[in-house]
């Protein structure tokens, strides 16, 4: 099936550092991709929308300056959670809709996720 | 706002029992519906989804989900689970028509599945 890389997979920082987590979509197009964030033992919780060429869409509560997105080309979005701390830690995930490679209809496709630990 | 709920949050089981999975949904119109599983350590697949047409769905792995409009449910089935069918298992909803692309998934909160050798 299709695949969406995420990287770093696992990431350790110092409070007060930003970090940028890398979503890409291997092989197909995706104008669209979604952040998501996992707290232990708890649900995904969408973020925000990721628009390929305008601005991210964000959920109610997600502060857009504190998790900036860029979506600057059809195969890769970046998270940067900026001036990280201790409560930021999380499992952030992304997805990518594909649209005709490996789903007619729009499947979303999931990365492995990327393990935030701020110190 | 749309919820998603899962009733179970964890379950333990045996190997060939069988496993049902609690989900309903709050959204009153058209919905498209999806069972995920994650396993220890993996990403999120998806185990089945239903768009329109036979409520009953088959999925991979021999799970299949039933979807019941007038109880707003979408409960996922498995007769005879195996060792390897530990993993957290999640409903999610889109409403609406799924080719919208804005449209996004609600997930419910999961389920925890241990299947005991």
């Known amino acids: 099936g299709a695949v969406v890389s995420q990287h770093p997979s696992w990431v350790i920082c110092k409070s007060g550092t930003s970090v940028k987590i890398e979503c890409r979509s291997l092989d197909f197009q995706a104008t669209t991709m979604f952040w998501y964030r996992q707290f232990p033992k708890q649900s995904l919780m969408l973020m925000a929308t990721s628009n390929e060429g305008s601005k991210a869409t964000y959920e109610q509560g997600v502060e857009k300056d504190k998790f900036l997105i860029n979506h600057a080309s059809l195969t890769l979005s970046t998270l940067t959670v900026t001036s990280a701390h201790p409560e930021d830690s999380s499992f952030y995930i992304c997805?990518?809709?594909?649209?005709?490679?490996?789903?007619?209809?729009?499947?979303?496709?999931f990365g492995e996720g990327s393990r935030l630990t701020v110190l | 706002a749309q919820s998603v709920s899962q009733h179970n949050h964890h379950v333990i089981l045996s190997e060939a029992a069988s496993l049902e999975l609690g989900c309903n949904y709050s959204?009153?119109?058209?919905?498209?519906l999806f069972w995920y599983v994650q396993y220890p350590g993996q990403h999120l697949q998806l185990l089945l989804k239903?768009?329109?047409?036979?409520?009953l769905v088959k999925g991979i792995k021999g799970f299949e989900a039933e979807f019941i409009k007038s109880k707003f449910s979408f409960n996922l089935r498995k007769p005879s689970v195996q060792w390897s069918d530990t993993a957290e298992y999640f409903c999610a909803v889109i409403p609406g028509f799924f080719k919208a692309a804005g449209n996004k998934l609600t997930f419910g909160g999961g389920t925890r599945v241990l299947v005991k050798p």
């Open positions: 239903y768009f329109s047409g036979d409520p």
């Open positions: 959204y009153g119109g058209t919905v498209n």
């Open positions: 997805s990518a809709r594909d649209w005709g490679l490996h789903s007619n209809t729009g499947e979303l496709f």
